[in-house]
């Protein structure tokens, strides 16, 4: 399996559930993100991570969960969460270095009721 | 100001036609700048970037930066109706603890009709 895998692909939760997004990347890449996409509105950056590093979190409400156990894994933990935060959230990966772009999954849309 | 801005559209060319994409970004010290595409519900896919000065071609893309003017664009040859989608501006700082951290446009969305 190639690329950068992230499931699951739908994702209905009541605002009283805890759920969790999982991203898997082949590609070698030491840098692993979560991004989050609503519509009308730019991808929002929300974690960065650099070798398991967490190196940006971008205010995100604590309600988001981030967990990246290796290189090659990252997690993002849901609970508690609202319907505003209905979206879809998008993993990347990229080299940590100048002109590397940054490769995404598929995306999980979430619908949060 | 915003980071990165792009016309959002919708902007909409006859197949065959050339479709041009135009982003502007905010910090002069912007070194790389990469044009993905998304179709709808779906996640981007990288189209190509460039880092220096000038033009770029790959096939009927062509991307065109100019530093100076901060500004980056996308020429689209012989637009084809599969090229209907948001094409999305993204800028890389260069500098800072995240080399690969990139800076999103709002995107603009392309139709090319038949």
């Known amino acids: 399996e190639t690329g950068v895998t992230q499931t699951p692909r739908h994702l209905v939760m009541g605002m009283t559930n805890k759920k969790s997004l999982k991203c898997e990347q082949h590609l070698g890449h030491n840098a692993m993100y979560w991004y989050k996409q609503s519509a009308k509105k730019p991808l929002e950056l929300m974690f960065v991570y650099n070798f398991k590093e967490q190196t940006e979190n971008n205010s995100v409400p604590s309600r988001f969960s981030p967990e990246c156990p290796n290189s090659s894994h990252l997690f993002l933990h849901l609970h508690t969460l609202q319907p505003e935060d209905s979206a879809l959230y998008l993993c990347a990966s990229s080299q940590e270095r100048q002109s590397s772009p940054l490769h995404f999954g598929n995306g999980t849309r979430l619908t949060v009721t | 100001q915003k980071e990165v801005e792009q016309n959002s559209g919708p902007l909409s060319v006859p197949e065959g036609a050339i479709a041009s994409l135009n982003c502007t970004y905010s910090?002069?010290?912007?070194?790389?700048f990469f044009w993905y595409r998304q179709y709808s519900g779906k996640s981007p896919e990288l189209i190509m970037f460039i880092y220096s000065n000038g033009d770029k071609e790959d096939g009927r893309f062509t991307a065109q930066l100019n530093k100076a003017s901060q500004y980056v664009s996308l020429l689209i040859r012989d637009s084809q109706p599969s090229d209907s989608a948001t094409y999305l501006c993204a800028v890389q700082r260069g500098r800072g603890s995240t080399l690969g951290r990139l800076y999103f446009g709002r995107g603009t969305q392309l139709t090319v009709w038949p």
């Open positions: 910090d002069r010290g912007s070194q790389s």
